[in-house]
Nanobody
Framework: QVQLVESGGGLVQAGGSLRLSCAASGLTFSNYAMGWFRQAPGKEREFVSA????????DHANSVKGRFTITRDNAKSTVYLQMNSLKSEDTAVYYC??????????????????WGQGTQVTVSS
């Protein structure tokens, strides 16, 4: 079965950096676009970033543009989220997700078929 396993979360001071990883198994990774979403306490899960199967199309939420970078390594079946200049409002559980429509970078959570369990990111001010 499809498994997505996030790692790299933790506690960091405002202005710091973290790199999240999401390792995929049970699927042909290059057949999927990948996305990152986040959910803060009491809030809806929101789109963060997405990348098409080749990495040729990338999308970021306005709130993270210029600070976050999404990349992927198809040989390792892994997608990454480099997060720089972190702010307290970035505190959330971060989830990776897989979308079978590999050429698209979709921002709606219901478009994604598979999800990881999430990794906590806490930014202290």
């Amino acid at each position: 079965q499809v498994q997505l396993v996030e790692s790299g979360g933790g506690l960091v001071q405002a202005g710091g950096s973290l790199r999240l990883s999401c390792a995929a198994s049970g699927l042909t990774f290059s057949n999927y676009a990948m996305g990152w979403f986040r959910q803060a306490p009491g809030k809806e899960r929101e789109f963060v970033s997405a990348i098409s199967w080749s990495g040729g199309t990338i999308d970021h939420a306005n709130s993270v543009k210029g600070r976050f970078t999404i990349t992927r390594d198809n040989a390792k079946s892994t997608v990454y989220l480099q997060m720089n200049s972190l702010k307290s409002e970035d505190t959330a559980v971060y989830y990776c997700a897989a979308d079978r429509n590999r050429g698209f970078t979709r921002v709606v959570r219901d478009e994604y078929e598979n999800w990881g369990q999430g990794t906590q990111v806490t930014v202290s001010s």
